[in-house]
């Protein structure tokens, strides 16, 4: 792939501001952030967050050496955005990217509730409200992985996902 060649037309600007109508344009904003929004698995994925948060309020921090609290909510917090990102970004490759991404937290988020219940450090019914929430997340996660179109895509030489 080579910037420097001349063989590319010419973006014609005059023609883009001409056409260009910002209250249709925020019409189209506000109906994709809508859409979004309304995603069953972004919505549990905040779900996931919300109760994550919770448990983390109960644990005693003194015993907590490892600052478990912290890690889990920084995975928890990492699910959502990543799903956003995987929706404004379109491309197949983008999607699947943060696709991985949000799989490795949510994985993480699991482990660590073992670890948990191992150290006695919160209520297990708290621990296994949290493992059937990550469950949830996960059977809608899969069905929107299965909703990305792989033809929509452009190779980024990577060698990934093709």
């Known amino acids: 792939?080579?910037?420097?060649?001349?063989?590319?037309?010419?973006?014609?600007w005059d023609d883009f501001e001409e056409n260009y109508d910002p209250e249709a344009a925020q019409r189209e904003l506000?109906?994709?952030n809508r859409r979004i929004e309304s995603l069953p698995v972004l919505k549990k994925a905040?779900?996931?967050?919300?109760?994550?948060?919770?448990i983390a309020?109960?644990?005693?921090?003194?015993?907590d050496i490892l600052m478990m609290h912290e890690q889990?909510?920084?995975n928890a917090m990492m699910l959502a955005p990543k799903i956003v990102g995987a929706?404004?970004?379109?491309?197949?490759t983008i999607r699947m990217e943060n696709a991985v991404l949000i799989k490795i937290h949510a994985r993480e988020l699991l482990t660590q509730?073992?670890?948990?219940?191992?150290?006695?450090l919160c209520d297990p019914a708290y621990i296994k409200l949290l493992r059937e929430e990550i469950e949830q997340f996960r059977v809608l996660f899969v069905e929107w992985v299965k909703s990305f179109d792989r033809t929509n895509d452009i190779q980024d030489n990577w060698g990934l996902f093709y």
């Open 1 to 12: 792939m080579r910037f420097d060649d001349d063989d590319d037309e010419p973006f014609d």
């Open 30 to 32: 506000e109906a994709e």
């Open 46 to 54: 905040q779900e996931v967050l919300d109760i994550t948060q919770a």
């Open 57 to 63: 309020d109960t644990i005693d921090k003194d015993a």
């Open 72 to 74: 889990m909510i920084a």
């Open 87 to 92: 929706e404004g970004g379109d491309l197949y």
């Open 113 to 120: 509730t073992n670890y948990l219940r191992a150290e006695r």
